[in-house]
């Protein structure tokens, strides 16, 4: 994993602390997160593509399976 300067990287940072922001301010009982989900061989033919698409699934399936147990227990 590296660090990105693109116009991408402010994008993101700008929603994730935007979400964060809104959920404090606003008192709000729910939590927010942000996954930025990489270019995958499958779907772009770039070089910089480091992961395949069933990879990329896997991955975001795991982060949910990791999330979701959390919302319903009240964590």
Known sequence: ???????GS??????????MHMAAAGGHRWRGSFLHVPHAFDAVARPQAKLQ???V???????????????????
């Open 53 to 55: 698409l069933d990879d």
């Open 10 to 19: 402010y994008v993101c940072n700008h929603l994730f602390y935007a979400l």
């Open 57 to 75: 699934v896997r991955a975001i399936v795991v982060a949910l399976d990791a999330t979701v147990p959390m919302r319903a227990g009240g964590k």
């Open 1 to 7: 994993s590296e660090i990105s300067n693109s116009a």
